[in-house]
C-alpha cells in the first residue's frame, strides 16, 4: 500500500503544466543570449569606434633635393645608332645576331646570298693569274732580246753580222719591251676587276659600323633585303644597333626656365626602371632651337658613370643642382610629414597602420630633410602610417584608411 502511495507522487514530464515550464526557460535562455550581444555590439560602437584616418607611407628622400634648381623629364636616347642593311639586294642567308647581342666595329653579322658575286671574284682572281703569267713570259721574252741584241751589236762591230741582223735584233727588243709594258697593264686591269669583284662579294656581307649593342632586329633568314626596301615584302634594313656609350638624357624644358640650365651644370638622373639608383649627370648641350608647339627646349644631359643597366628609349626625370652631389649625400634618408610624429613622455611614435588597426611604433627622429622629418630608426621605407586624426587614435585602435 505504501509502495503504491510513492509511485503517484512521480511527476508527468508529458503534463501540460510541465511543457510551459520548459519552453519558460528555454526562451529566457535565448532573450539572455541576444541582451548580451546587442550589449556587446553596443560596447563596441560607442566605447571602440571606426576612425577615419588619412594615410600615409614612409617614403626615401635624397639630399640632393634640397639644392635642386628644377625638375625635366624625358627619355634616354643613344646618339650613335645606325639602321644596318646591305647596298646589294638579295636574300638574307646568315644572321648572327639577335636583340641585345654585343657587336665588335667591322664584325659581320649578317650575309646574303652571293653566289653570283663569288664567281665573279673566282673569274677575276682567274684573270689577274692569267695577267700574271703574261707578264711574265713577257719578261722572259724581254730578256732574251735584250741579251740577243747585246751580242749583235758585239758581232756587227767585229763585222760577223750585218747591220740589217742587227735592226731586226733591236726591232725584237722594242717589241719585247711593249709586250712586258702591255703585261704589267694587264695586270693592273685584272687586279682592279678583282678588287670590284670582291667589293661586289663584300655587298652581301653586313657589317657594324661601330661597337654597339643590337636594339631591334628587323628581318629574319630568307627575307628579301633591298637597299631601298622599295619592292613588296622586302626588308630595307637588317638590325638597328646604337652604342650606349653614347647614350644621353633628352629633356624637356620650358623656356621660361631656361634660365636656370647651363652647360656643365651638374644633374641627378632617376630612371623610372631602376626607382632605387640616382646617377650622376652633366648637361651636355642646351640645344639652340625651341619647341614652339611645347614652349619648351631640348637638353641633353650627359651620365657620368656607364651602367648596363641604363637601356635606350627608358623614360628619366632629371634634377637640376645647384652644386655637385657631395660623397656624403648619396645615400636617401627616411622620411616622414613632421605631423604624423608623436611626443609623449619624452619619446616620439608614429601609427603604423596593420591591416584594419593600428600599432604604436616608437621612432629615433633625426634632422629636417626639407619640409620633412628624418627618421633614423623605427620604420622603414615603405610602413603605411596614420597622418590624421592622431587625437583620437590609440595603440590597437580600429581604423578606415584612406590613401594620400
Request: aromatic letters at 4%; hydrophobic letters at 40%; a positive charge.
Amino acid at each position: 500500500m505504501a509502495s503504491k502511495d510513492i509511485s503517484m507522487l512521480k511527476i508527468d514530464k508529458l503534463a501540460p503544466g510541465h511543457r510551459s515550464s520548459t519552453r519558460n526557460r528555454n526562451l529566457a535562455v535565448i532573450i539572455m543570449l541576444i541582451a548580451v550581444a546587442s550589449a556587446l555590439i553596443l560596447w563596441r560602437s560607442v566605447f571602440s569606434p571606426v576612425v577615419q584616418v588619412e594615410s600615409g607611407v614612409v617614403t626615401l628622400a635624397y639630399p640632393s633635393q634640397e639644392f635642386t634648381l628644377l625638375n625635366a623629364s624625358g627619355y634616354v636616347v643613344a646618339q650613335r645608332k645606325a639602321a644596318l642593311a646591305s647596298k646589294a639586294t638579295g636574300r638574307l642567308e646568315w644572321l648572327g645576331v639577335e636583340e641585345g647581342s654585343r657587336v665588335k666595329s667591322g664584325e659581320v653579322i649578317a650575309r646574303l646570298e652571293g653566289r653570283d658575286a663569288d664567281s665573279s671574284l673566282r673569274q677575276a682572281t682567274a684573270a689577274l693569274a692569267a695577267a700574271t703569267a703574261q707578264h711574265e713570259q713577257a719578261r722572259v721574252e724581254y730578256a732574251d732580246a735584250e741579251r740577243n741584241l747585246q751580242r749583235m751589236k758585239e758581232l756587227l762591230a767585229q763585222g760577223v753580222v750585218s747591220r740589217g741582223e742587227y735592226d731586226s735584233a733591236e726591232a725584237r727588243r722594242d717589241r719585247g719591251r711593249a709586250s712586258l709594258t702591255a703585261a704589267a697593264a694587264n695586270i693592273r686591269v685584272a687586279e682592279a676587276a678583282q678588287q670590284g669583284a670582291d667589293v661586289s662579294l663584300d655587298y652581301t656581307r653586313i657589317r657594324a659600323p661601330f661597337e654597339g649593342v643590337v636594339l631591334t632586329k628587323n628581318a629574319d633568314v630568307g627575307d628579301i633585303v633591298t637597299p631601298l626596301g622599295a619592292a613588296a615584302n622586302a626588308k630595307a634594313s637588317v638590325v638597328t644597333i646604337a652604342d650606349l656609350s653614347s647614350l644621353m638624357v633628352e629633356a624637356d624644358v620650358s623656356e621660361s626656365n631656361l634660365e636656370k640650365v647651363r652647360t656643365g651644370q651638374p644633374c641627378e638622373i632617376l630612371l623610372d626602371a631602376l626607382p632605387g639608383s640616382r646617377f650622376r649627370g652633366v648637361v651636355h648641350t642646351v640645344v639652340p632651337t625651341a619647341d614652339r608647339t611645347k614652349a619648351t627646349v631640348l637638353v641633353k644631359v650627359r651620365f657620368s658613370d656607364n651602367d648596363r643597366r641604363i637601356l635606350p628609349e627608358m623614360s628619366a626625370k632629371v634634377a637640376f643642382l645647384q652644386r655637385p652631389v657631395d660623397e656624403g649625400e648619396q645615400k636617401p634618408k627616411t622620411v616622414v610629414p613632421p605631423t604624423a610624429i608623436i611626443a609623449r613622455g619624452g619619446a616620439s611614435y608614429l601609427y603604423l597602420i596593420k591591416g584594419e588597426r593600428v600599432e604604436e611604433a616608437r621612432v629615433t627622429p633625426g634632422g629636417r630633410a626639407g619640409d620633412m622629418q628624418e627618421i633614423i630608426s623605427g620604420v622603414k621605407a615603405g610602413d603605411k602610417i596614420a597622418l590624421k586624426p592622431l587625437d583620437r587614435l590609440k595603440n590597437g585602435s580600429k581604423i578606415k584608411s584612406g590613401d594620400k
